[in-house]
């Protein structure tokens, strides 16, 4: 065991105060970052390894304090050496919303339900002190789709008529977005904890990248889940609760926030498709090819929001109809 452990760790734990303590490697994400439970007695804390130059822990640093200073649920920093790409947390235990679900998915409701409060709550507030979400980062993300999903399979398409699309129906998002909101951009069941067997004592992770952005964008995350499928009623349901608890629950407000919403989900979907082929073919992943599926049945059912039509356009002209009807299609993984 401790001939695996990453040069740096016994020494950083000595200085933060938890030497001696039992070091548990945790399942990695799709990112570099590596986990480890530390357990000394009763006590118990994760360590974080996010290593130069593939990570850099300061976003997580910078956001995590943000959020706990905004009244959010992130884990408290116990140690830190950045620089280092080490970093102490609290320790939410065990219970991770997607995991609770598939084992217990009566509480679907209630779970989603507390999810909604922390994005309620972010609305509320002005946005935080970071990058904004604007259209080229839109555009850089839609970018991933053509990038590697398309020569992945097999496909020339054409890439100047696709951002121009993606021009066209970010426009008024980007117009409704305004100085936006804090976005923590990977918000969905895998990323929320259940602390102290509560349904509603929700703990957040995996925020590092949180930018200023579209409050449609996190729900999307959270309800347009690539790793769990989220019932249709279960996102319709949260969906008119978010717009209630926000004073759009109806009229030109509703109509607005749902095209928004459409657009972002496809938006997102595509990008996550891009991502998850780049994470095989670059990175040596091809577990998340299983997903895309999942992915891509939200996209075509975003697709059919008239929001979208310069956008559906492109799909119906440069992706063929047996891969669309395929998922995406199978790259023999």
């Not at 130059?53 to 976003?59: F, K, L, Q, R, T």
Request: net charge negative; no cysteine; hydrophobic share 45%.
């Amino acid at each position: 065991m401790i001939a695996t452990l990453p040069e740096g760790l016994l020494p950083f734990i000595e200085t933060a105060g938890w030497g001696g303590a039992h070091v548990d490697p945790l399942p990695g994400d799709a990112s570099f970052r590596r986990y480890f439970r530390l357990s000394r007695g009763e006590a118990r804390a994760m360590l974080m390894h996010a290593p130069p130059p593939h990570e850099d822990p300061a976003p997580f640093l910078h956001a995590a304090q943000w959020l706990a200073d905004n009244g959010l649920r992130a884990p408290r920093i116990l140690a830190q050496q950045a620089e280092q790409g080490w970093v102490l947390l609290e320790d939410f235990g065990d219970d991770r919303v997607r995991d609770w679900l598939d084992a217990r998915p009566q509480d679907e409701t209630a779970i989603y339900e507390a999810a909604l409060a922390p994005l309620i709550a972010l609305g509320k507030l002005p946005a935080g002190p970071f990058p904004p979400y604007d259209l080229a980062v839109y555009r850089r993300e839609v970018g991933l789709l053509t990038q590697w999903y398309a020569p992945a399979a097999g496909l020339t398409v054409d890439s100047p008529a696709y951002f121009a699309a993606w021009d066209d129906v970010l426009a008024p998002v980007l117009a409704h977005q305004g100085a936006g909101i804090t976005v923590l951009r990977d918000y969905h069941a895998e990323n929320i904890m259940l602390l102290g067997g509560s349904l509603v004592t929700q703990g957040l992770l995996d925020f590092q990248d949180a930018l200023a952005g579209h409050p449609a964008y996190d729900l999307v995350s959270l309800l347009q889940d690539a790793r769990r499928d989220v019932p249709v009623a279960t996102e319709a349901a949260m969906l008119d609760r978010y717009l209630a608890e926000t004073g759009a629950a109806s009229g030109q407000a509703r109509e607005t926030f749902l095209a928004d919403y459409a657009v972002l989900g496809a938006q997102r979907n595509a990008k996550i498709v891009g991502i998850f082929v780049r994470l095989w073919q670059r990175d040596g992943k091809p577990r998340y090819l299983s997903l895309i599926p999942r992915v891509w049945a939200l996209l075509e059912r975003d697709l059919r929001h008239p929001a979208l039509a310069p956008v559906a356009a492109w799909f119906d002209t440069n992706i063929p109809a047996d891969l669309r009807a395929a998922g995406g299609g199978s790259f023999g993984v």
